[in-house]
C-alpha cells in the first residue's frame, strides 16, 4: 500500500477519509502529534491499509533527480496563473491609457459606429462571459477563505487564495476593457492583446486541468477541494473566448454590412426584401445554434397566428438551390462522359462532403455518449451497495451519467437537424437538374419517357434522395454500435458474451436475403407505379374526350388493373419488409436469451450490477437492429432511384449544332436549309424530310403546303432545332418565335401569357390585342387581361384556348400523397402505437401549431413545383423556341426554395421541441440520480440500477414518441388532401335504371333547346342567358359567333358536361336530364376541336371499348384514306401509338377522330371546331366524308370557318350567350342587314386583301 505522511499544522483535529485496499472508507483523526486508526474488527492484517499524509501542496513522488517535478506541484501552478493574471491586469491598464490618449481627437467617428457595435452581438456575449468569469472567481475565492477561515494557511493555500484574487480582478478589469472596446471603437476586431491572451488562458488551463485531474487520480488532495469544477469552467471559457476572437471576430452581422461598407444598393435591396427575410440560422450565435434558440420567433409567431408563406425566412445561401444547384452542376460537368449513377452520386457527395463529416462526427459523438450508461451501471450499483472505490465516487457517477446524456442529446438532436439539412439540399438540386434535363431532352428520348414517369422520377426519385441523407450514416454506425455492444457484454459477462455475437451475426445476416427480395419488389413497384401514373396522366389531360366520348367506365377499368398489379407488387414489399421488422425486433430478445443462457452453462457469475448493464446494451443495441431493415431497404430504393436518375439525365439532348444561328442583320436570309436531311429516329433507315433545301429572304411571309404527313410539322421542327438533323446545314438569322397546332397557356395571368417574359411596352402591348383580337374577349372577363388562368388555360374558351385538363394537382395527389398513404404512414402509424402519449399536452399547446402550418405549407408549395414542371413539359418547344430557358429555371428554383423553406423550418422546429423535452428530461433524470446517491441505504441497489436503466431509454422514447406524434399528423395531410378531393360533387350517375332508353335511341336527331341557362360557377355569371331553339332531325346546323360567345358552352350542356342552371334539352322527345350520362354520351358522335390519340395501338384508338370486327376498322379507315398510311406500317393495325399520338401528323390525328365517328353511326354528330387545326385539303376531306357518310343525321357545326357552315341547312349566330340569329344560310345572306351577311362580308374582304398581299396584286 502507499505510505502517506502529512505534517501537522493545527492543533484542532481534522477528519480525513482514506482508501482501503478493499475499497471501502473508513475515518481517521488527525491529532497534534499522531495519527490514529481503527481497523474494521472483520478485516484482515492483509486487507489493511497503512495511511499517511502528504503536504497538501506535494505531488506525486518522482525518481530522486527529476528537473520537472515542479510542473507537477501544485503551488507552481497557482504562482504560475497567478503571475500571468497580474501581467494581464498591468497590460491592460497601460492599453487603457494608451486608448483613452489616442481617442480624445476622434470622439465623433467614434460616435457613428456606436449604433454599428451595438449590433454586434459577439462582442456583447465575450462581456457577459468576462463579467461572469470574474463573478465565478470572486464566489470561489470568498468559499475558499471561509473554508480556510481558522486554520493555518500553507504556502499552498495562500498562494491558492491569491490566485483566485487576481482572477477576480483581471477579468474584471478585462470586462472593462471590453466595455470601452464595445461602446467607443470602431475596431472590427478585438484587439490583439485579447486574442494573444486567450490563447494563452486557454492553453493554460487546459495544462492546470489535466494536472489536476491527474493529481486526483493520485489521491494527493488538492489545496481547495473543488478546485477541479474551476479547471473545468476555465477550459470551457477559453474554448468558446478563443472561437470568438480567432473566428468570429471579423464576422458581421448581415444587417451592418451595408453600413459599414456604403453600399446603398444592398441597403436597399434589404429594405425591399425586409428585416427578417433569411432564416436567423445563418447569423446565429453558438448559444442560438446549440439550443435551436434562433427558432423561438417562428415558434412564438405560429403560436399567435396562421402561419404563411411570409412569415417563413428565406433559405441561407448554401441552403438555397439558387447557391447550392450551380455548385453542383460544375462538379458533375467536371467529370466528362455520360451521367452515371457513380458520376451522379460522386457530385452530390461532392456538394455536402463538409456537412457529411460533421454530421459523421455528430453521429460518432451520440453513439458513444448512448453507450457511457450502460458501461456505468455496473460501477453504480456496486456504489450503491457500498462498494465504492473512493469518495463522492457516487457524485461522480451521476454527473458522468448526466453529462454524457446531455452531450448525446446535443449532438443527436443537431444530427437529425443537419441530416434533414443535407437530405432538402440533395432533393432541391436533384430535382433541379430534372427540371433542367426536361428542357433539353429531344423528341426522340422524351417518346419512351411519358409526362408521367418523369413527374414520378421529380416527385418520388428526387425524394427518396432527400429521405436517405437520414440513413447514410447508418451502415457504419451500426457496426460501431455492435462492437462497442459487444465489448461491454465481454467487459461484464466475460466469454458468455460469444454467444450473444454468434446470435448477432446470424439475425443480421438474414437480412440479406430479405434485402434481395425487397429491392426486387421495390424495382417492380416502382415500374408498375409508373405505368399506372403514366395512364393517368394521359386520362386526367383527356378526361373532357373521354367523358363526351362516353369511355369513362373502360378507362376506369384500365386505371383500376394498373392499380390491382401495384398493389400486388405492394403487398410483397410490405410483407418482405415486415418480416425483415419482426426479425429485428426479437433480435434483442433472442441476444439475450443467448447470452445469459450461455452464461448459465459456463458458470459466470450474474449479479445484478452486470445483469442491467447487459439489459441497458440489448436495450441500445435493438436500435441498430431494428433500424438496419430500414437501411437496408433505403439503400436499395436509393439505388434503384439513382438508376431511374442516372438513366434520365443520360438521354439524349436537342442537337445544339443543328442551327447556325447567325447575327440580326449579317444575312439577307432569314432561313437557309442546305441539303438538309432530318429524321426523328436517327436509327432509321428512312429520314423524315430528305435533301431539303430551303431559303427564306427578310421580311417574306411564306406559307407552307402538302397532304396529311407530307412533312410540313417537321419542316417547322427541323427550324426549330426540335427534329434531329442528319446531314446538311441549316442557317438562321435573327431571332425566332413559335406558335404551336395546339395553345400552350400557363397558369398565371393573361398579361403574363401575352408578354412571356418580356418587360411591359405598353404602346406595343395595345397593338398586339389589337392585332390578336382580343380586346374584345378582354372586355368580357371582370379583370381583363389581369384575369388568371387556371392550369391549361382551363377557363378560356376554345378560340382563346384549347385544352381543358386540370391536371398537375391531380398527378401530385396520385403520386406524391399516394405513396405517402402507401409507403409512410403504416410505418409511423406502427411506431406510434408503440410509444406511450404521455406529452400531448404540452406539444399541442405551443409548438403543434407551429409545426401543423409549416407542413401545410410544404404541401402547399409543393404543388406549383409539380404543376409547374408539367407545364414545363409540355410547352418545351415553345419555351425553347422563345429561348426562354434560363427564366423558366429560374422560376423553377424559386419554387424549388419555396418548398424548400417551409420543410427547413419545419426541421428545426421539431429538433427545438426535442430538444427541450430532453433538457426537461435531464433534469428529472439527473435530480433522480442525486438522490439516489445521496440517500443509498433507503432503496435497493438492484432496483435503482433497473430504474437508471429505463431512464437511459427515456431519451429515445420520447423522441419516438414526439417524432411519430408530429410526423403522423404531418403525413395525414396527405389523407387529408385526397379525402378534400374525394368529397368534391361528383356528376351524375352515369348509367339510371329506371330511365334506360331504347338501343335505337335517337332515331330521328332531333334536338329541342328551351330557355337554355349555364354558368361555369354558383358564384359567376350566366354565360348562355336563356337560348331556346330547335335543331331538326336529319339537318345540319351551324354555329357561328365570335370568341367567348357560347358556342361550345352550348354544346357542353348537351353532352351534360357543364348541369345547366335551368333549362328542359329534349332529344327525340326525351329528357336527357332524366337518363343517365353514359346512355346519352355514347349515343351522341362528337369531333373535338384538339384531335387527341391515346398511348397504345391504332385499333386501340378507333375501337377502345372492343366492339367492331378487324374488317370495319379497315373499311373505316380506307373511307378516312388513311388505309394506305396503316397498310405500310409493320404492325398494321397493331402501330404503336405514343403518347399524345405524337409520332402522328396533327392531320392524320384528326382523321383518327373521324374514322371513331364512322365506326359508331350516331345520328347525332357534333364538330367542335373539328377542322380549325387541320390544311385545307384535310378539311375538304372531312366535309366531303360527312356529307355522304352522315347525310340522314343530324350535325352541328361549330364553325371556324365561315366557309364550312355556308352548306348548311340551318345556321345559329351567338352573340353574348344570346341568339342573335337563326335561319337558314340563304335567307340570311339575302339580307345585307343581318349580323351573319355582315360576318361573311368581313371573312370575304379580309381573305381577299390576304392573298393579294401575299400574291403582290394590287
Not at 452542376?329 to 457530385?347: P, Q, Y
Not at 440580326?664 to 437557309?672: P, T
Not at 358536361?1057 to 336530364?1073: G, H, K, N
Amino acid at each position: 500500500m502507499k505510505q502517506f505522511t502529512q505534517p501537522v499544522r493545527s492543533a484542532k483535529p481534522i477528519l480525513l477519509e482514506l482508501p482501503w485496499a478493499s475499497g471501502s472508507y473508513r475515518r481517521t483523526t488527525i491529532g497534534p502529534t499522531r495519527l490514529t486508526h481503527r481497523p474494521r474488527k472483520n478485516f484482515s492484517s492483509q486487507q489493511r491499509g497503512v495511511a499517511a499524509i502528504v503536504s497538501r501542496s506535494s505531488s506525486i513522488m518522482h525518481a530522486p533527480g527529476s528537473n520537472i517535478d515542479f510542473l507537477l506541484k501544485s503551488i507552481f501552478i497557482r504562482g504560475f496563473c497567478g503571475s500571468l493574471h497580474l501581467v494581464l491586469l498591468l497590460a491592460l491598464s497601460v492599453a487603457y491609457v494608451c486608448k483613452k490618449l489616442s481617442r480624445k481627437g476622434d470622439r465623433e467617428g467614434s460616435k457613428e459606429m456606436l449604433n454599428i457595435k451595438r449590433r454586434f452581438m459577439w462582442y456583447k456575449r465575450t462581456l457577459v462571459c468576462c463579467l461572469g468569469v470574474s463573478v465565478f472567481n470572486f464566489i470561489l475565492c470568498l468559499l475558499s477563505y471561509f473554508y480556510l477561515y481558522g486554520n493555518v494557511w500553507s504556502d499552498g493555500e495562500a498562494m491558492t487564495l491569491l490566485d483566485l484574487g487576481l482572477r477576480t480582478l483581471s477579468w474584471g478589469a478585462l470586462a472593462v476593457y471590453l466595455h470601452t472596446q464595445f461602446f467607443n471603437s470602431g475596431e472590427k476586431m478585438f484587439p490583439l492583446l485579447l486574442r494573444v491572451w486567450w490563447g494563452f488562458y486557454l492553453a493554460i488551463s487546459c495544462y492546470c486541468f489535466f494536472v489536476d485531474v491527474f493529481l486526483h487520480h493520485k489521491h494527493v488532495s488538492l489545496e481547495i477541494e473543488w478546485y477541479l469544477v474551476s479547471d473545468v469552467v476555465s477550459v470551457f471559457t477559453g474554448l468558446f473566448l478563443c472561437y470568438v476572437g480567432f473566428l468570429r471576430s471579423d464576422i458581421q452581422d448581415v444587417l451592418e454590412e451595408p453600413l459599414l461598407n456604403g453600399d446603398s444598393s444592398s441597403i436597399n435591396n434589404l429594405e425591399n426584401r425586409g428585416a427578417d427575410t433569411v432564416t436567423p440560422f445563418g447569423n446565429a450565435g453558438l448559444f442560438s445554434i446549440l439550443t435551436f434558440s434562433w427558432m423561438n420567433s417562428l415558434i412564438a409567431a405560429g403560436n399567435k397566428k396562421t402561419l404563411d408563406l411570409e412569415d417563413v425566412p428565406q433559405l441561407h445561401g448554401v441552403d438555397s438551390v439558387v447557391g447550392a444547384f450551380p455548385v453542383f452542376k460544375n462538379k458533375l460537368e467536371s467529370d466528362c462522359g455520360r451521367v452515371t449513377r457513380f458520376k451522379f452520386a460522386k457530385a452530390l457527395f461532392l456538394l455536402v462532403w463538409k456537412e457529411i463529416l460533421w454530421t459523421a462526427l455528430l453521429a460518432l459523438i451520440d453513439t458513444l455518449g448512448s453507450y457511457v450508461g450502460p458501461y456505468l451501471i455496473d460501477v453504480f450499483v456496486q456504489c450503491l451497495d457500498g462498494r465504492g472505490e473512493f469518495k463522492n465516487q457516487g457524485y461522480i457517477l451521476a454527473s458522468a451519467f448526466v453529462v454524457a446524456k446531455l452531450v448525446e442529446c446535443l449532438a443527436q438532436k443537431h444530427l437529425r437537424f443537419r441530416l434533414q439539412q443535407i437530405g432538402t439540399r440533395l432533393r432541391a438540386v436533384t430535382a433541379t437538374m430534372i427540371y433542367n434535363k426536361s428542357l433539353t431532352i429531344s423528341c426522340h428520348s422524351k417518346q419512351g419517357h411519358s409526362s408521367g414517369q418523369i413527374i414520378n422520377i421529380m416527385t418520388i426519385d428526387a425524394n427518396r434522395l432527400g429521405i436517405f441523407s437520414w440513413y447514410m450514416h447508418d451502415p457504419w454506425l451500426v457496426i460501431l454500435q455492435v462492437c462497442l455492444a459487444l465489448l461491454i457484454l465481454y467487459r461484464n459477462l466475460g466469454l458468455g458474451s460469444v454467444a450473444g455475437f454468434v446470435a448477432t451475426v446470424i439475425v443480421m445476416s438474414l437480412n440479406y436475403p430479405f434485402g434481395r427480395l425487397e429491392e426486387k419488389f421495390q424495382d417492380k413497384l416502382m415500374e408498375s407505379k409508373d405505368k399506372r401514373m403514366k395512364a393517368t396522366t394521359e386520362i386526367l389531360r383527356n378526361i373532357r374526350i373521354l367523358k363526351l366520348q362516353g369511355w369513362e367506365m373502360k378507362f376506369l377499368s384500365k386505371i383500376l388493373e394498373l392499380r390491382k398489379v401495384e398493389t400486388r407488387w405492394l403487398k410483397k414489399y410490405l410483407y418482405t419488409s415486415v418480416v425483415i421488422t419482426v426479425v429485428a425486433w426479437v433480435t434483442p430478445t433472442v441476444v439475450a436469451v443467448a447470452t445469459f443462457g450461455t452464461c448459465m452453462l459456463m458458470g459466470v457469475p450474474l449479479d445484478s450490477g452486470k445483469v442491467l448493464s447487459a439489459l441497458a446494451t440489448f436495450e441500445i443495441l435493438q436500435s441498430p437492429i431494428y433500424n438496419l431493415p430500414s437501411t437496408v431497404s433505403m439503400l436499395i430504393q436509393t439505388k434503384v432511384s439513382l438508376d431511374r436518375i442516372s438513366s434520365f439525365l443520360c438521354l439524349d439532348d436537342l442537337q445544339p449544332d443543328a442551327i447556325e444561328k447567325l447575327p440580326v442583320g449579317s444575312s439577307d436570309k432569314a432561313i437557309e436549309i442546305v441539303d438538309g436531311n432530318f429524321s426523328w429516329d436517327l436509327s432509321s433507315p428512312c429520314a423524315t424530310l430528305k435533301d431539303i433545301n430551303f431559303k427564306v429572304l427578310n421580311g417574306l411571309k411564306v406559307a407552307v403546303c402538302g397532304t396529311v404527313g407530307s412533312g410540313k410539322s417537321s419542316l417547322l421542327s427541323s427550324i426549330l432545332g426540335e427534329l434531329p438533323k442528319i446531314s446538311g446545314t441549316l442557317k438562321l438569322c435573327g431571332t425566332k418565335a413559335y406558335v404551336a397546332q395546339s395553345p400552350w397557356i400557363l397558369s398565371g395571368k393573361i398579361e403574363e401569357n401575352i408578354l412571356f417574359g418580356k418587360e411591359m411596352d405598353r404602346e406595343r402591348y395595345e397593338k398586339v390585342l389589337e392585332a390578336c383580337s382580343l380586346k374584345k374577349d378582354l372586355e368580357i372577363l371582370s379583370f381583363g387581361d389581369q384575369t388568371v388562368i387556371g392550369e391549361r388555360g382551363i377557363n378560356l374558351s376554345g378560340g382563346q384556348n384549347a385544352v381543358d385538363a386540370h391536371t398537375g394537382s391531380h398527378l401530385f395527389k396520385a403520386s406524391t400523397d399516394q405513396s405517402a398513404i402507401e409507403m409512410e404512414i403504416p410505418y409511423i402509424v406502427g411506431e406510434l402505437a408503440i410509444q406511450a402519449i404521455t406529452l400531448l399536452g404540452i406539444i399541442a399547446q405551443y409548438y403543434i401549431p407551429s409545426a401543423r402550418e409549416l407542413s401545410r405549407l410544404i404541401g402547399v408549395c409543393n404543388a406549383p413545383v409539380i404543376q409547374n414542371f408539367a407545364e414545363t413539359i409540355s410547352g418545351a418547344t415553345t419555351i425553347r423556341s422563345f429561348d426562354q430557358e434560363s427564366r423558366f429555371q429560374e422560376i423553377n428554383m424559386k419554387l424549388t426554395d419555396a418548398y424548400s423553406r417551409p420543410k427547413f423550418h419545419n426541421s428545426a422546429a421539431m429538433q427545438w421541441l426535442c430538444f427541450r423535452m430532453d433538457m426537461f428530461s435531464s433534469i428529472t433524470f439527473a435530480f433522480c440520480l442525486f438522490l439516489l446517491v445521496s440517500f443509498p441505504e433507503r432503496i435497493n441497489p438492484a432496483i435503482a440500477g433497473l430504474a437508471v436503466t429505463y431512464a437511459l431509454g427515456l431519451y429515445m422514447a420520447q423522441f419516438v414518441l414526439i417524432w411519430c406524434f408530429c410526423n403522423c399528423e404531418n403525413k395525414l395531410i396527405s389523407v387529408e388532401i385526397i379525402l378534400q378531393y374525394i368529397s368534391i360533387p361528383a356528376e351524375p350517375p352515369l348509367v339510371i335504371e329506371a330511365n334506360r332508353p331504347d338501343h335505337s335511341w335517337p332515331s330521328q336527331g332531333e334536338v329541342d333547346i328551351d330557355n337554355l341557362q349555364v354558368r361555369y360557377a354558383p358564384h359567376m355569371p350566366l354565360v348562355l342567358r336563356g337560348l331556346s331553339c330547335t335543331f331538326p332531325g336529319g339537318k345540319k346546323t351551324g354555329i357561328v359567333g365570335r370568341t367567348g360567345s357560347g358556342k361550345s358552352t352550348l354544346i357542353q350542356a348537351l353532352f351534360r358536361t357543364v348541369e345547366p342552371a335551368a333549362c328542359q334539352i329534349m332529344i327525340d322527345s326525351i329528357d336527357i336530364s332524366l337518363i343517365g350520362l353514359h346512355d346519352l354520351r355514347s349515343r351522341l358522335s362528337i369531333i373535338p376541336q384538339d384531335p387527341t390519340m391515346f398511348e397504345g395501338t391504332v385499333r386501340s384508338n378507333l375501337d377502345p371499348l372492343e366492339e367492331y370486327t378487324d374488317e370495319q376498322i379497315w373499311e373505316v379507315l380506307d373511307k378516312c384514306q388513311l388505309g394506305d398510311e396503316v397498310r405500310k406500317k409493320e404492325r398494321k393495325l397493331d402501330s404503336t401509338v405514343i403518347e399524345n399520338g405524337e409520332n402522328w401528323s396533327m392531320g392524320q390525328r384528326q382523321l383518327i377522330c373521324l374514322g371513331r365517328v364512322l365506326l359508331k353511326k350516331s345520328k347525332v354528330l357534333v364538330l367542335d371546331e373539328a377542322t380549325a387545326s387541320v390544311d385545307t385539303a384535310t378539311d375538304n376531306l372531312i366535309q366531303q366524308t360527312l356529307r355522304q357518310h352522315f347525310s340522314d343525321c343530324t350535325v352541328i357545326t361549330i364553325a371556324h370557318r365561315i366557309t364550312s357552315v355556308l352548306d348548311s341547312d340551318m345556321v345559329l349566330l351567338l352573340s353574348h350567350g344570346l341568339i342573335e340569329e337563326y335561319d337558314s344560310p340563304t335567307r340570311l345572306l339575302e339580307n345585307k342587314s343581318s349580323s351573319f351577311s355582315q360576318l361573311v362580308a368581313e371573312y370575304t374582304v379580309r381573305s381577299n386583301t390576304r392573298f393579294e398581299k401575299s400574291t403582290g396584286i394590287n
